[in-house]
Nanobody
């Protein structure tokens, strides 16, 4: 059974940086498309960034140029480097793996941007 575990969240001031990590186990990581989603209170979950097995990238417009998604296939990990954080980036962030039409989700981790 696949499992994704996020780490690296917390509280940061506006303009600060955080790096989220996601450790995968029990999935075909190297062939999976990996992504980060987020959900703010009262809002629907939205896709923040994706990194396909081919290397193709997607970024939500509001984070493009500030966030960077990367993966380490040897360690079965995916990362989200978040720079110049804004209060509107406050949300629970979820790691996602997609393979063969099946989604695996992490439990989510809180990121709070506040002065």
């Amino acid at each position: 059974q696949g499992q994704l575990v996020e780490s690296g969240g917390g509280v940061v001031q506006p303009g600060g940086s955080l790096t989220l990590s996601c450790a995968a186990s029990g999935i075909n990581f190297i062939d999976s498309g990996m992504a980060w989603y987020r959900q703010a209170p009262g809002r629907e979950r939205e896709k923040v960034a994706t990194l396909a097995r081919s290397g193709s990238l997607y970024y939500l417009d509001s984070v493009n140029g500030r966030f960077v998604i990367s993966r380490d296939n040897a360690k079965k990990m995916v990362f989200l480097q978040m720079n110049n954080l804004l209060p509107e980036d406050t949300a629970v962030y979820y790691c996602n793996a997609r393979y063969g039409g099946k989604d695996t989700w992490g439990q989510g981790i809180q990121v709070t941007v506040s002065s």
